[in-house]
């Protein structure tokens, strides 16, 4: 225990007395730590995802791939699906559908006949069964699970809901009115969902309600994907049990025409995260565990560059220690602790650190889906799941950073360290040579990657939609009642600042983009590829300024919806050489006969992954969900006003939502932007390690060529030559690690570009850029130590001899 302790007593002097460089060591060991941290307790928040569940090994998500043209992968299923597993199969213990609400309107009665609040619910409510409660990890509040949901207009919420709802968590019995249809009639209290769940549901409705929102016939739709469902089989029971019996399913319920293309999939639910309709792709986890681990091994390498790099300031204790009795293991165990304590504190730092990050992490992570409300803490790491892997990676740190530094201290030759003749560490050199050039590389590699993501980013924000963007506001129109169109639009174009009001279900470009098949003329067959179907009245083309190629616009007589317009990519796709030829033919979409009335200009209808694709557009006003006003760009705070109150008086009992399109464009490049971010962020943390790194070698090199220095210097050595001295070595491996990196950095950003079809051209420049930077970077990193060296006095250097 007395060597132990005077092991530590040691150690803390060594650390007080070279506390310059022991602050830079335990700098650099914190950041990288907290970097590894925040990407670890991120991926940890990812994959704990829906694993509370009971039972959850047991329970199964269905879903659904559309094979049409192109393969499309739903996360639904059909709506009769979940009552048929559990009625017909015995080795299906629990099963239930359940439908997402998507701008609905929740309205609050104020007890004299009139509405005290109204709310614009989507994604956080949804219809389904009482086996919702089976399956789920739900604690009630009050209420009887196996009733709550049992009959139609029946509704259970979380206890924050009733709060927003009611004021108060004693709601029991209450009424909330649903799209000013139906009362729903508070029958269960829950506790608020936790935050590391896809199913986020603060209000269950009954799903038997739907029975009077929708006709019968909806509601065993079997060719229709409106709900999700969920199966819990029987202990012992293989999921491949459960994939036979949806072949036969499909086979018996689904019409012999549609077999081929419908396809039923079996997940397990703790997979709701990763797959589909998840936020967090497995890939992209595991891509952000081996970033966490490169920085954390950087912040390692950069330690024992400045662990050995002072290697012979510490030569001459190291013989005494020798010459007295230690033996090299003695000696592994005093360093060792040095690195402990360094470690222990660069920990500390590291906590605090992620502390300060998290906050940000969490509100980047609720802008990406608004729905989640995670709290992500420096706790839950030391909750017993984390610890399993925080440990250990402590440990490997210490393991990392401090064995090797020891182990070439602790073979120091004694005589040489004591009669001041020891130069270098055996091996030492070549080693940090090889960890230096794995530094150059990382550096490189982040930045080759972030120049492309930043110009990939860049050339998005300036892409060419094919139509006017700008000054444009869409108000969404109710889902039930009649629409007072022509009203509403006059009201709205009497309003000073509105240019132009059109009606439509989506504008031209959107995020739900389901192809539909078509026949084209005389055929009977559909076509062998498929469009997308916008509804629109006979101003869509002049609010967007969409342009007619050939033909004409639809016209205000067309009051049978008979017309409809096609883009340039359907008349190529159709092989078709001129446009004039589909002028006037008929047009089969979902079972109904139009008219091709004219062509317009190609435009885009997705995000920019997306190639521009064959659209249809159908003059039809009834099916419109949206009203798209443009404004004069002068007029636009003041007429959103007016447009806001003539809402109000037209549509008293519903909600007002609106938003620019321009913010909706936005919103394609968001991930973009976040993994931008996210990149730049790494890229600045992997070249402050490396030039921690490089001012470790740099000191390494003061040291062993001191004397060489002295030498060259009375020999009449210019300045510039000695710090060519630093240079030539600096500039060997920055060049090595370059030729590793820049075909590396090559082959992973064109294979990312190649998911769009709007993208840049990878270009030498790139890489050129890279280099150039990376030489600045290095060059004012060593050059003030560098110059140091070789302008101090030679005689210093060579009294010693």
Not at 389 to 414: D, I, R, T
Not at 465 to 484: A, C, E
Request: net charge positive; charged share 15%; glycine share 6%.
């Amino acid at each position: 225990m007395l060597m132990y302790w005077h092991y530590l007593t040691f150690a803390w002097r060594r650390i007080r007395r070279e506390k310059k460089i022991n602050l830079i060591r335990i700098a650099n060991l914190g950041i990288g730590l907290a970097s590894g941290l925040v990407i670890f307790l991120v991926v940890n928040y990812m994959l704990t995802f829906d694993r509370y569940h009971p039972e959850v090994e047991r329970s199964y998500w269905v879903v659904t791939d559309l094979k049409r043209e192109t393969t499309l992968q739903t996360d639904a299923a059909p709506r009769p699906l979940a009552e048929v597993l559990r009625r017909d199969y015995s080795f299906v213990e629990s099963a239930v559908k359940l439908e997402t609400f998507f701008g609905r309107t929740i309205s609050i009665p104020n007890g004299q006949g009139g509405w005290e609040k109204k709310f614009n619910e989507s994604r956080n409510m949804c219809f389904t069964e009482s086996q919702y409660f089976d399956l789920f990890g739900v604690e009630w509040l009050s209420g009887d699970p196996q009733k709550a949901l049992a009959t139609p207009n029946a509704i259970v919420i979380s206890e924050r809901y009733a709060e927003k709802y009611f004021q108060t968590t004693l709601a029991l019995g209450k009424t909330v009115r649903l799209d000013n249809r139906v009362n729903l009639t508070v029958t269960g209290i829950i506790k608020n969902p936790p935050s590391n769940t896809q199913l986020r549901y603060d209000g269950l409705v009954s799903y038997a309600t739907l029975t009077n929102l929708e006709p019968p016939t909806a509601l065993n739709d079997w060719l229709g994907l409106q709900s999700m469902c969920f199966v819990r089989l029987r202990k012992g029971i293989s999921p491949n049990q459960l994939t036979t019996a949806l072949a036969a399913v499909q086979k018996k319920h689904l019409p012999a025409a549609q077999l081929r293309n419908f396809s039923y999939h079996v997940l397990p639910l703790t997979e709701l995260n990763h797959a589909r309709s998840g936020m967090a792709p497995r890939p992209i986890l595991f891509a952000l565990m081996a970033v966490g681990l490169l920085l954390v091994a950087a912040a390692c390498i950069n330690y024992i560059n400045l662990a050995t790099a002072q290697a012979l300031q510490r030569a001459h204790e190291t013989g005494v220690r020798k010459v007295v009795g230690s033996n090299r293991w003695q000696l592994i165990k005093q360093f060792m602790t040095e690195t402990a304590l360094l470690t222990f504190a660069a920990v500390l730092l590291a906590l605090i650190l992620t502390q300060l990050a998290l906050p940000v992490v969490n509100d980047t992570l609720t802008q990406q889906d608004e729905t989640l409300h995670p709290n992500i803490s420096v706790l839950d790491v030391f909750t017993p799941n984390a610890l399993l892997w925080f440990v250990p990676l402590v440990l490997g740190v210490v393991f990392l950073a401090g064995f090797y530094p020891s182990w070439v201290l602790s073979g120091f030759n004694p005589i040489k360290a004591l009669a001041g003749r020891l130069t270098r560490a055996k091996g030492g050199l070549t080693i940090r040579r090889t960890l230096i050039t794995g530094q150059f590389l990382l550096t490189q590699l982040f930045l080759i990657v972030v120049l492309v993501i930043t110009s990939q980013l860049r050339h998005m924000q300036k892409a060419d939609w094919g139509f006017r963007t700008n000054d444009k506001l869409v108000v969404w129109l109710p889902k039930q009642g009649p629409i007072p169109y022509e009203r509403l639009r006059k009201s709205w174009l009497d309003t000073p600042g509105v240019q132009s009001v059109t009606f439509a279900n989506e504008p031209p470009v959107s995020p739900y983009n389901r192809p539909s098949p078509f026949s084209y003329h005389t055929s009977t067959e559909p076509e062998s590829f498929e469009i997308l179907v916008r509804t629109a009245d006979e101003h869509y083309l002049s609010a967007f300024g969409l342009a007619l190629v050939k033909g004409q616009n639809f016209s205000k007589t067309d009051t049978s919806r008979h017309e409809v317009l096609v883009n340039e990519t359907f008349v190529k796709q159709l092989g078709i050489a001129s446009s004039n030829e589909v002028i006037g033919k008929p047009i089969h979409i979902k079972g109904t006969e139009h008219i091709i009335a004219g062509v317009v200009k190609d435009f885009r209808t997705g995000n920019l992954h997306e190639p521009i694709r064959p659209i249809a557009l159908v003059h039809d006003l009834s099916h419109s969900s949206m009203a798209v006003l443009t404004f004069a760009p002068s007029a636009v705070s003041s007429a959103t006003k007016t447009v806001e109150a003539i809402w109000n008086n037209t549509f008293p009992e519903d909600i007002y939502r609106r938003s620019f399109l321009n913010e909706l464009l936005d919103s394609f490049t968001k991930m973009e932007q976040l993994l931008a971010g996210f990149v730049q962020i790494f890229a600045f943390i992997a070249i402050v390690m490396n030039c921690l790194g490089l001012y470790g070698l740099v000191t390494f090199m003061a040291e062993k060529r001191a004397k060489e220095i002295g030498v060259r210097r009375v020999l009449g050595a210019r300045t510039e030559q000695l710090l060519w001295v630093f240079g030539r070595e600096f500039s060997r491996l920055l060049l090595v690690g370059f030729a590793v990196a820049a075909p590396l950095g090559w082959w992973l950003t064109s294979g990312w570009l190649q998911q769009y079809a709007y993208r840049i051209q990878m270009s030498g420049w790139f890489l050129v850029a890279t280099l150039g930077l990376m030489v600045a970077i290095t060059a004012a990193t060593i050059i003030g130590h560098a110059m140091k060296a070789v302008v101090t006095n030679p005689v210093k250097h060579l009294r010693a001899e």
